[in-house]
T-cell receptor
Framework: DTGVSQNPRHKITKRGQNVTFRCDPISEHNRLYWYRQTLGQGPEFLTYFQNEAQLEKSRLLSDRFSAERPKGSFSTLEIQRTEQGDSAMYLC?????????????FGSGTQLSVL | AQKVTQAQTEISVVEKEDVTLDCVYETRDTTYYLFWYKQPPSGELVFLIRRNSFDEQNEISGRYSWNFQKSTSSFNFTITASQVVDSAVYFCALSDGSSNTGKLIFGQGTTLQVKP
């Protein structure tokens, strides 16, 4: 068990391009979360999955964002037609969930820079 | 609405000094959970502690201790005899006790720099 893995670590793209990030959670964890963190701020919740079902999406997640978790294993987060405001660290976390006090295990994040 | 405030943006101490990181929260829930996470330069947040709203006992884990006071809506974190390896960004977070998820509301974070 090597923890939560995120790829790529860094992504630089031009405005208007599409980008996709991948998260591999800890294998036995049924819940997977995406958060976004901008410079000098705490992480903000974007969405979460329980197994393959996406159960909640934040209003921060515009129509340009889509997340999937096929087969309840890894997850992808796609941003279409990127904007400069999308520049941020995208963090993935997983947990063996079911309660409000579940401990989250975070990956090191994908740093997105939109030029 | 739920909110977490960490008023200290940056703190700098010399090794072996004690340091307290403040956290104030707002919630209308009667059941909720509070957390502290550490974010080292590598980026991944590391869980430190969780507390439920019904347990106001202070907790000590090695050089770390936490003081939870519902009367002042605070959940402060103290590092005793700080070390250079404690340098990181520390986040306080709040979860909704009714949602049964790991959806957290994070504070802005406090950057701690421990100088040798």
């Amino acid at each position: 068990d090597t923890g939560v893995s995120q790829n790529p670590r860094h992504k630089i793209t031009k405005r208007g391009q599409n980008v996709t990030f991948r998260c591999d959670p800890i294998s036995e964890h049924n819940r997977l979360y995406w958060y976004r963190q901008t410079l000098g701020q705490g992480p903000e919740f974007l969405t979460y999955f329980q197994n393959e079902a996406q159960l909640e999406k934040s209003r921060l997640l515009s129509d340009r964002f889509s997340a999937e978790r096929p087969k309840g294993s890894f997850s992808t987060l796609e941003i279409q037609r990127t904007e400069q405001g999308d520049s941020a660290m995208y963090l993935c976390a997983s947990s063996l969930g079911g309660t409000a006090n579940e401990k989250l295990f975070f990956g090191s994040g994908t740093q997105l820079s939109v030029l | 609405a739920q909110k977490v405030t960490q008023a200290q943006t940056e703190i700098s101490v010399v090794e072996k000094e004690d340091v307290t990181l403040d956290c104030v929260y707002e919630t209308r829930d009667t059941t909720y959970y509070l957390f502290w996470y550490k974010q080292p330069p590598s980026g991944e947040l590391v869980f430190l502690i969780r507390r439920n709203s019904f347990d106001e006992q202070n907790e000590i884990s090695g050089r770390y201790s936490w003081n939870f006071q519902k009367s002042t809506s605070s959940f402060n974190f103290t590092i005793t005899a700080s070390q250079v390896v404690d340098s990181a960004v520390y986040f306080c977070a709040l979860s909704d006790g009714s949602s049964n998820t790991g959806k957290l509301i994070f504070g802005q974070g406090t950057t701690l720099q421990v100088k040798p």
